[in-house]
């Protein structure tokens, strides 16, 4: 482990007191009243840096919000959020967040773990039999896509899944060409679809494939959250998306964010974009569709990779946690479990390079604190495949979040800036 003993349990007491601020607060817009904590002067040059990005044709469009001790003390949206229809962009407009659903998803998971519904180094297969006796992938052969394969000496965990570890790949957009061979011809779902599927039949389907590796061992950034989006229809008795939404969403008041948009909703939604000889276009249907969320049969819940939210929506989800579990009035988690979710929980399988992994977040380490520009110690953070990004520190109670919907290379710098200038700002 990176940590010595004295230092980690000093380090997990601080955080107990850091995570237990505050239990009441709400997102609040500062209004007239002058900043605290924050220069203004320094909110400005992350304005300036925001319309040169869009001047520079960097993204068509995007909407970026900070917060400061639970008040809203930016909140800008810039640009288009359809360029053919030179649709403005609102602060309340609709984004696929992608990846950001796992840190939902790991929420709710730890809500049932709360419960006593299960521990997490429980193997999954207690849960979902098809899991059982896991194979390792040692041969491939490109001309049939068969393989061969070798006994697991271990078997997936909830802890594995949650944490990236389990061995399980990521098909279309997995590293390894072998695996998104293996996934394409099992006819996994990866991330989402606008056909009639159901999470429970793709990861059966899922169960029965090989791992890269044995559980534990790596850390293979994975679909090991919609294994658990399933995994909590079995646990709570509940549909997933129904559980997200009467557990988490309508109690913290997140009323934009959800799997599927309803007609008002989707036309919220941002188009996502391509830069083609320097002019932006609307994505074309690839391995998914970009409507998905508005479109199609609306039944397959990616607990991965497959919400859709607000910048202010993400941000009261985050504000819970620095609360120490709270919001509006709710107890989502204890500041114990907050505790676990942000203590690294993969030693050194992400290497040296500032960052650890918890049950829900990536969390910047003693050596991220020292590149400097990314955060505290322990402030957690993620991304999303359309290019949204968050951050939130515990330590300066400062939340960041910027919003856009663009793929392929567009030469956007705006997503180090903002990061880096948003902890410049704070006094």
Known sequence: MKKHLGLFSCLMLLSVAIFAQSPSTILTPVGKQPLSGVSAERLDRIDQMLDQTLADNQVP?????????GKIVYHEAKGLADVSSGTKMAKDQIFRIASQSKAITSTAVMMLWEEGKFRLDDPISKYIPEFANPQILVGFRYGDSSYSTRPSPREITIRHLITHTSGIGYGMIDGNEQMKM??????????????????????????????????????????????????????????????????IFDPM????????????????????????NNKWEAFPVTFY????????????????A????????????????????????????????????????????????????????????????????????????????????????PVTNTIGI?????????????????RQMVFAAIE
């Open 182 to 247: 293996i996934y394409q011809k099992a006819g996994i779902v990866d991330l989402f679809t606008t056909e009639p599927v159901k999470i429970g039949d793709n990861i059966k389907k899922l169960a029965k494939l090989p791992l890269h590796h044995e559980p534990g061992t790596k850390y293979t950034y994975s679909e090991g959250l919609d294994v658990l989006g399933y995994f909590i229809e079995v646990v709570s008795g509940m549909p997933f998306d129904e559980f997200l939404q009467t557990r």
């Open 61 to 69: 469009g995007l909407v970026a919000l900070i917060v400061k001790d």
């Open 289 to 304: 569709d970009p409507d998905y969320p508005k479109t199609g049969a609306k039944t397959f819940f990616s607990g991965g």
């Open 253 to 276: 008041g997140m009323k934009n964010t959800g799997f599927y948009l309803n007609e008002a909703q989707g036309k919220k939604l941002v188009t996502i974009h391509r830069k083609v």
């Open 306 to 393: 497959g919400l859709s939210s607000t910048a202010e929506d993400y941000a009261k989800f985050l504000q819970m946690y620095l609360n120490g579990g709270s919001y509006n009035g709710t107890r989502f988690l204890s500041p114990t479990t907050i505790k676990a979710i942000m203590s690294n929980q993969v030693g050194d399988l992400l290497g040296n390079g500032g960052k650890d992994y918890g049950l829900a977040f990536g969390l910047v380490d003693e050596n991220g604190v020292a590149q400097g520009g990314i955060g505290s110690l322990g402030t957690f953070d993620w991304g999303g495949y359309f290019n949204t990004q968050y951050f939130a520190d």
């Open 402 to 418: 910027l919003m856009k919907q663009t793929q392929g290379g567009t030469g956007d710098e705006s997503g180090w800036k903002f």
